[in-house]
């Protein structure tokens, strides 16, 4: 009957309609039945795929809605060709209404295609073949700051957190297997320090670019788990779960920078502290000699022993080479810490030598001074338990030796600067108290410095966290308050600002003095003040010291230094012309025979000294 209703269309050369077939043949409608679930069931095949985004990489998730939407346009298509159509037409005009809405309902093809177009605003253009084509480290960071910046398109969809999530940690596998692409060719423990450590500076640019980025988006989808209320307590846990598998490269590549940080300073010191001392006379010799070819020619210059311990050294070192340090896997792992292992195992024989060296060096040590000395040139080792346990002793007396020089320091300090010998020198070499009293104050400081010095040879690099350490650094941290002089300066500027020192009115001045036989007597004085001498002095100092002076007190000392000679030729003049009447006086046998002279020369000092009054 269907082929009869076509061919009759066919004839009048139209398009077929439902009214065509006999709508009233049950075998002819159950046969259109059973096509039409068997479509359905093929739809649904398609409409309810989905995929584990926790597998696999970021890029399948990214193409399997690319082409799970490809395929729903295309049943789309179909579903709305004439032909299934006609067939839905037909069933309706046989009245199998349930099977017409089923087919409408049941497929999911609206919702699913609905959803699909939702997505696709963040799938569409998804950056990641620049990640996946990147041939360097800086390549790859510029590629992760892409891929988030487009992730953030995830605001204008409904694309699941916990499966944005899951993308999330896809991308933190390719990112691993890219970088292991790259540093696999790098080949980082056979080249050069220098090169070695360039290399992890751009591997730790990466993995700071990603954590970031990630910390940014990460805000970003709380924002969106909060509105989304139904799903924000599993969002909030997933975001909290979240395990990006580049991270057991990131601590892998942080142990091989430690590691070979470690075995570089460790041959490094070990190649200096076992060099001949003539040896280090000639290569001090000549200025213009590089620190590697200093280090080479160390080498060369190492007697039959200490070769030995240097090549220990280097054969240790070989233990590493040897094996994928980039490997991650449970097996790479083993490896890794079996290398450390045997390293550690064979680095033991080298400590043990230099231990007994160091030893030695110590128990043949004349002074404390020359333990400092000895101890300034092991002290890289010191990170090493062995050798530090080996010369404890040895710190624990050098260490009490500095905390009895800063408490000489403390007591130094208490005199206070007036009552010091440093004042009485001072004073011979014509420094002025202030600024005496701050050159004072910063030689201790600088005695206070060489101490805590001494304490990071004995202790090593890391003085401060040990416990006497600690101790120490508080206690010159505390001092070192009580020695700044700025305050001390200040009060020195306020003190200056208040007196009124400065050089004005008459030239000389009278002055009525008692006598020892108790007569009055008028003495003739200069009116140039001593303090603004000192002031002159004052400033010349502190400005050498590097203190900034106020303009004014600059002003009043250039003004005193202008008028400093004349007041001084003055001052001495008039010392001397009292001196002379003095001894005139005391002897009176010679007074006659000078009165003339005496009275001539009072004369014209009197003349010359009314107007100057």
């Known amino acids: 009957m269907s082929m009869q209703g076509i061919k009759k269309a066919e004839e009048s050369k139209s398009k077929a309609k439902a009214q065509d077939f006999e709508v009233e043949d049950h075998a002819f409608l159950n046969q259109l039945q059973a096509g039409v679930n068997r479509w359905i069931r093929e739809v649904q095949k398609v409409t309810k795929l989905d995929r584990d985004p926790s597998s696999g990489t ?22 709305q060709s004439p032909e299934v159509m006609l067939t839905l037409d037909v069933l309706r005009l046989g009245k199998r209404f349930h099977l017409t809405t089923k087919f ?8 699913t295609l609905e959803t699909v177009n939702d997505y696709q605003l963040l799938m569409k253009d998804f950056p990641l073949n620049d990640l996946s084509s990147a041939t360097d480290l800086n390549a790859i960071k510029i590629s992760l700051n892409a891929i988030f910046l487009h992730f953030k398109k995830i605001r204008t969809t409904k694309y699941p957190i916990p499966r944005a999530l899951k993308l999330i940690e896809a991308i933190s596998r390719d990112l691993l297997t890219q970088m292991l692409k790259v540093l696999g060719t790098r080949r980082l423990m056979h ?18 670019t990603w954590d970031d980025e990630y910390e940014r988006l ?41 590691f070979r940080k470690q075995h570089e300073q460790l041959r490094t010191v070990i190649v200096r502290v076992l060099r001949p001392t003539q040896s280090k006379q000639a290569s001090g010799n000549d200025p213009k000699e590089k620190a590697e070819g200093s280090s080479n020619n160390d ?3 190492l007697d ?12 240790a070192y070989e233990y590493v080479k040897e094996i994928d340090c980039l490997d991650t896997s449970k097996d790479g792992n083993e490896q890794w810490e079996d290398a450390m292992k045997r390293y550690e195992e064979r680095i033991d024989q080298v400590e043990t030598r230099i231990t007994a060296r160091l030893r030695d060096q110590l128990g043949t040590a004349k002074n404390a001074n ?18 530090r346990g080996a010369i404890k002793e040895y710190q624990t007396q050098l260490i009490q030796r500095v905390k009895d020089d800063i408490d000489a320091l403390h007591d130094k300090f208490k005199v206070q600067y007036p009552h010091s010998n440093a004042s009485k020198g001072s004073r011979v070499r014509d420094l002025p108290p202030v600024s005496g009293s701050i050159i004072w104050a910063r030689q201790i400081d600088q005695q206070l410095t060489m101490y805590l010095k001494r304490v990071e040879d004995v202790l090593g690099k890391t003085w401060e966290r040990h416990v006497e350490g600690q101790k120490l650094k508080a206690d010159g941290d505390s001092f070192r308050q009580k020695l700044n002089t700025q305050q001390l300066f200040e009060d020195w500027q306020a003190k200056v600002t208040q007196r009124n020192l ?16 108790g007569k009055n007597i008028k003495k003739l004085n200069v009116n140039f003040h001593p303090e603004i001498i000192t002031l002159s002095k004052e400033v010349r100092n502190l400005k050498w010291l590097g203190f900034r002076v106020q303009l004014a007190i600059m002003n009043k000392a250039h003004q005193a230094n202008q008028l400093y000679p004349f007041a001084i030729s003055l001052i001495e003049s008039v010392r001397s012309y009292e001196r002379v009447c003095q001894k005139v006086e005391e002897r009176e046998s010679i007074a006659p025979l000078v009165a003339g002279l005496k009275k001539e020369k009072s004369t014209d000092c009197d003349s010359a000294l009314i107007p100057l009054l």
């Open 191 to 208: 080249i050069t320090f220098d090169e070695f450590e360039k290399t992890m500076t751009l591997a730790i640019n990466v993995f700071q």
């Open 304 to 315: 039959f022993t200490d070769t030995n311990t240097v090549n220990e050294v280097k054969l």
């Open 370 to 387: 020359e333990m400092f000395r000895i101890f300034s040139r092991f002290n890289a080792l010191f990170v090493r338990q062995r050798i």
């Open 58 to 79: 970021a890029m399948q998730e990214i193409s399997f809605w690319v082409n799970l939407e490809r395929a729903l346009r295309n049943i789309q298509e179909k579903c």
């Open 299 to 301: 080498e060369k210059n």
């Open 502 to 517: 400065g050089v004005s009115g008459h030239i000389f001045s009278i002055q009525q003095q008692r006598t020892r036989s």
């Open 218 to 258: 990460n805000q970003l989808l709380r924002e969106i788990s909060r509105r989304n209320m139904n799903r924000r307590d599993e969002s909030m846990r997933m975001l909290c779960r979240i395990n990006p598998a580049h991270k057991k490269l990131q601590n892998r590549l942080d142990a091989m920078r430690k």
């Open 104 to 111: 409408d309902t049941d497929t999911g093809l609206k919702s």
